[in-house]
């Protein structure tokens, strides 16, 4: 088992940025590859950024590329999602996940989840 736990999310203007965290404890941490989706209100979740177990591979959906970045600290077992010049439509709750397969998008293929943050970025 992994627990997953979410922090980091609040209100933000257009423009700004937020550094989302998920410390993970349980089994260990470094064996898993990590991703980040959201889920807006009325919408299936979506992928939106995943990281390989060493940090070295990184993964992202069209509409973030260059505005947000993933990464991993796994002397802290814990993974970032660092998110700039962000817009109303990133307005969602946010998840980590924990995989077993590098770089998935497919939500099924993430066995472990967090709580979710919220993440509302004004206009």
């Known amino acids: 088992q992994v627990q997953l736990v979410e922090s980091g999310g609040g209100l933000v203007q257009a423009g700004g940025s937020l550094r989302l965290s998920c410390a993970a404890s349980g089994r260990t941490f470094s064996n898993y590859a990590m991703g980040w989706f959201r889920q807006a209100p009325g919408k299936e979740r979506e992928f939106v950024a995943a990281i390989s177990w060493s940090g070295s591979s990184t993964y992202y959906v069209d509409s973030v590329k260059g505005r947000f970045t993933i990464s991993r600290d796994n002397a802290k077992n814990t993974v970032y999602l660092q998110m700039n010049s962000l817009k109303p439509e990133d307005t969602a709750v946010y998840y980590c996940?924990?995989?077993?397969?590098?770089?998935?998008?497919?939500?099924?293929?993430?066995?472990?989840w967090g709580q979710g943050t919220q993440v509302t970025v004004s206009s």
């Open positions: 996940a924990a995989s077993g397969i590098v770089g998935t998008r497919v939500i099924y293929e993430y066995a472990y």
